[in-house]
Structure formats: C-alpha cells, structure tokens
C-alpha cells in the first residue's frame, strides 16, 4: 500500500499548551513530533520545532490534518514561547535545560535575587547577573546567548510565517546569519541564494516581492542574472556567458506566461550595466559577463601560464639522450619516437602537456621522465598529483613514487567556510619537477590555486585525455590550454601491444575518430542493442 497524505485545513488555527513529551526529532533538520496539554486536552503536534522542550509552553501556529495512520494531529508552520511571568514559572523555564549547566539550584538563585524580572534582567542588563552567587562573566554572557537565541528563532519564524516561508528553511536562514538574519532579509532576500544551499531564485524572489520589491527592479533582475550565471558555473561548466545568452536565461527566469507587462531585454541590459559598474560581482568584458571569481581565475591561470613557460632549461642534448638510453635499460623497455620526445620537452619545457587516450603509453613516459631527471640531477625534488584519492593511489603504484590529491599537496583547509592552501604565491611548493596526472579532471578554480603554487624553476608536466569529459566544476582548463597553442603539447595516438589487447581501448580510440565499433565475442567489449529505456536498465542490472 503505497503512501496516503493526510487530510488538511488550509485555515490557520492556533493551539496553547504545554510540552509534556518529544516524541520524536530528527537531529539534523529539526522535525519534531511532540505531544502538548492544553485547554483542548492533548494534542499531538509536528514541524520543525528544534527550539521546543518539554515543560515549555508554546502558541503553535498551524492547521489540523487527519494522518492515515496517527489520526488527528496539528501540523505546525510557526511557534512562538510563552514566557513565564511568575517565579516558579521563571524557575522551571531556565531550569529546562534551555542552558547548559544551569540547573533548578542556580535557577532558582537567580530567581530569588531577580524576582519576576530575572528574564527582563538577562535580555537588557546581563552584566548584572554576576550579582547572584556563583555566576561569573563568562556564565552570565552564556546565559544570556542561549536565551536570546531562542528569542531570536522564534522572532525570525514568526516574520518569515507572514512571508509564507517554511519552518525549515526559517531554521537555516537563522543558522546562517543568526541574529542579523531579519535585517539581513529585508535588505537582500536575494543573497539566500548563494549563502543557503538549495534555495533557488524563484523562492528568494516570492519573499523580495512578499516584502514589496517592483518586478521590474534593477535589484531584481541583477539578482536573477547573478543566479543563471552562478548556475551556468554550477550545473553546465561555464565560466562566462555571452550577453544575448545571459539576457534571455534571465527573461526566463523573471517572466511567467500571461504576464501583463514582462520584463524586456533593455531592461536586463540597463540592470546588468549597473551591476557591473556597483558590485563588482559581475564582470563585463568583450560582451561576456563573468562572476568576479571565475573572472580572476582565468586570467590568473593565463599569467601564471606564461610566467613558467619563460623559464626554460638549457640541457646538453647528447646527456639528455644518454640519461634517455639509461632510463630505457633501468625500465626494461624501448621508447617509441613520441614518448622519447615527450620526456624531452618535459625535461627543459617550463610547462609541458601530456596528452593521449587510453593505451598510447602516458605512464610510461611519467616514469622515464622521472628516471631521466633523477639520472641527470641525482638530487631532484620530484611531486606527483592527482584531482583525486583514486588516481593519486594509481600513479603511485605505476611510478613506484609518493603521490597525492592536489588538495591535499597544497595544504587545503577550510577557515570561516572559505577556502585557504596552505602553499600559494608566497609560499611555493619545494619541487624541481611536478607532475599532475588526470588533468582534464581539474577545474579553474583549482588549477588557479595550484599554478600559483609552482615555483618558476619547477617543470610542470599535465598529464590527461582531452577527449574525456570535462572538470565538474567550471572551466574546461585542459582542453582550452591545448587549444591555445601556446604550450608544448605531445600528443600521443599510437596503442602499445598490451593496450591492444583490450577491445574497450580500441573502440574508445575508434569511437574518436569516427570509426565503426571492433566486436567480438571473447573480448571485454560487448554491444547489446536495446531500444526500450526499461530493458536496457534491467539488462545492465543484470550484467552488474
């Protein structure tokens, strides 16, 4: 039997009761199943209620529904405490547990120093609570904290109730911006966006235009164009888009059918002029528009580019060819023409770029080229990296030398929810040689912060396919540097013996070139036709 809603009434009722019992709650969104007594006898009520306790007393906002299985219950869209007023009321109140370390004891010492003013003495004159016995600076400021935080909750769920704005989502605007959240709201509801994880510019919209912002506001359709190039980033890769296409995303996104005066283009257009020339969030160049960062990272990508590939090394070629033969007799394994190039140009080239599909030998010439600098400078500092635990754990065993994530060779910690590396343009990597396999995996953002990290005096070898997909994250750095023609770049076609063994190789070479499929019945490759969408989940369902 599958799933029944319960019934609803959309009228907004109140109930008033005490909490006897939490019956249940979850830890981390804050839902909460409670039963209270009131004048209506007991009464179970759900929503997100992580600031309830037992004992307290609350006015619950909400409307009844009829649940298929737990019958009659109150479904909750605000709640606001009803303070005590009396001595024992004020007692048992700080005494719920509502403070850490303040028990019915120092409750009731607070009480009997303060009287039915304690509440009003711990919201506007906190400092005097070290008059009571047994409290100092330090349990006063925490008492008055967890006091007002509370307030602050149920303050912020009672503004964001007029603005039809979920309990849950009132939880993480106050977790985010804490008390600064109700002024934070009214002078940009736009910023939720890009501060709480999955809120989308339709919502931050509902509540802008709830709190009275025109449809037609510059700020609205600046927010609107800011949200479809964050997305353009996020969800498609890009770091910028052209006007025509930024114009017409946003026209989307601020316009609905029927509308009896939509936005126009010149509209967006005269609000993005004056993003760009206001926040600086925005960046207009050459008709694109990028965010700032992404602007930043690419064009800090491009110099730290052309900074390493001024510093090239001068090598005596017949002592290159010579640690070359030396590496080939300690690898038990001969060169082909491309791959001994390859180690060539990363032993003198400031930045070279390594790349191949599946088969054509990248590994190879990775360990020729470290066994090659390691014969010609016995003392060489050499680093390996990957984007990822995996394909570092790879490179190790293919190479014989220490590897690591990218993240974690630059030292990447988290300082107030921004990223901060350890190592940077002020303080570099120690290395002569850095090698960073499954590049088309890294994104501009990171390869930013890795360039900058390279001291000029290191090589730096890319190693990656450029006919995989690209990076997750925004950018597609190595492909676009390729591209550019500006660093040297090997590119590598030629299948080796072992590689040719494998049908899964070859096909993913034959398929770049536009050529047919290879089958055949004892490979590891197989093509199975299906046309119907359910077959064909059942059939790899089956060969999993």
Not at 303 to 328: N, V
Not at 421 to 449: G, P, R
Request: hydrophobic letters at 40%; one cysteine or more; charged letters at 25%.
């Amino acid at each position: 039997m599958g799933y029944m809603a319960p019934e609803i009434s959309t009228a907004e009722e109140t109930v008033t009761g005490e909490v006897k019992s939490i019956i249940f709650r979850n830890a981390e969104n804050g839902y909460t199943v409670a039963a209270i007594e009131g004048s209506q006898g007991e009464v179970r009520v759900t929503g997100h209620l992580a600031t309830v306790r037992e004992g307290g007393r609350y006015i619950f906002y909400g409307s009844w529904v009829v649940h298929p299985k737990y019958g009659r219950q109150f479904a909750v869209g605000a709640v606001e405490e009803v303070v005590p007023v009396e001595a024992e009321g004020i007692v048992g109140y700080l005494a719920s547990g509502l403070i850490p370390g303040v028990g019915e004891r120092l409750a009731r010492r607070l009480v009997d120093h303060f009287g039915e003013e304690t509440l009003n003495i711990i919201a506007e004159e906190p400092s005097r609570l070290v008059e009571v016995h047994g409290v100092g600076k330090k349990l006063a400021a925490k008492i008055a904290r967890s006091v007002n935080a509370n307030k602050e909750v149920e303050r912020l769920m009672v503004f964001l109730r007029q603005h039809r704005v979920s309990t849950n989502l009132a939880l993480k605007i106050h977790r985010r911006y804490g008390h600064e959240a109700i002024d934070r709201l009214r002078d940009n509801p736009y910023a939720l966006t890009e501060d709480i994880f999955g809120v989308g510019f339709l919502t931050a919209d509902r509540l802008a235009q709830e709190l009275g912002l025109r449809r037609h506001a510059k700020e609205r359709l600046a927010a609107a164009a800011t949200y479809v190039l964050r997305q353009a980033a996020t969800r498609a890769g890009h770091c910028f888009l052209p006007e025509e296409k930024l114009v017409q995303e946003t026209l989307k996104l601020v316009n609905s059918p029927g509308d009896d005066e939509p936005v126009e283009a010149d509209e967006v257009e005269a609000a993005l002029a004056d993003l760009c020339s206001r926040s600086g969030e925005v960046v207009n160049e050459e008709g694109c528009y990028w965010l700032r960062y992404l602007y930043q990272a690419e064009r800090g990508v491009a110099r730290e580019l052309s900074r390493l590939l001024k510093a090239e090394r001068q090598l005596p070629i017949g002592r290159l060819d010579q640690a070359i033969r030396a590496a080939e007799a300690a690898l038990g394994l001969s060169l082909a023409p491309a791959q001994a190039t390859a180690i060539r140009l990363g032993s003198v080239q400031g930045v070279t770029v390594l790349t191949g599909g599946p088969g054509t030998g990248k590994s190879t010439i990775v360990s020729g080229l470290i066994q090659v600098l390691r014969e010609i400078e016995p003392r060489v500092k050499i680093l390996l990296a990957a984007p990822t635990g995996r394909a570092a754990q790879r490179l190790s065993e293919l190479t014989g030398c220490e590897a690591s994530t990218i993240h974690r060779l630059l030292g990447y910690t988290l300082a107030d929810g921004e990223p901060v590396f350890t190592y940077n343009s002020e303080n570099q990597l120690k290395a002569d040689l850095l090698i960073v396999d499954e590049f088309s995996m890294v994104d501009i953002l990171l390869c930013y912060h890795l360039l900058r990290a390279v001291p000029t005096e290191c090589r730096l070898i890319l190693v990656g396919d450029q006919d995989q997909l690209p990076s997750v994250g925004p950018g597609s750095v190595l492909r676009d540097i390729i591209a550019s023609q500006l660093v040297p770049t090997v590119r590598l076609t030629q299948i080796f013996r072992q590689a040719q063994e494998s049908l899964i190789t070859v096909n993913a070479h034959r398929i770049n070139q536009g050529q047919s499929l290879v089958q055949k019945k004892t490979s590891d490759f197989y093509f199975l036709r299906s046309e119907d969408p359910e077959n064909t989940v059942d059939t790899v369902l089956d060969l999993a």
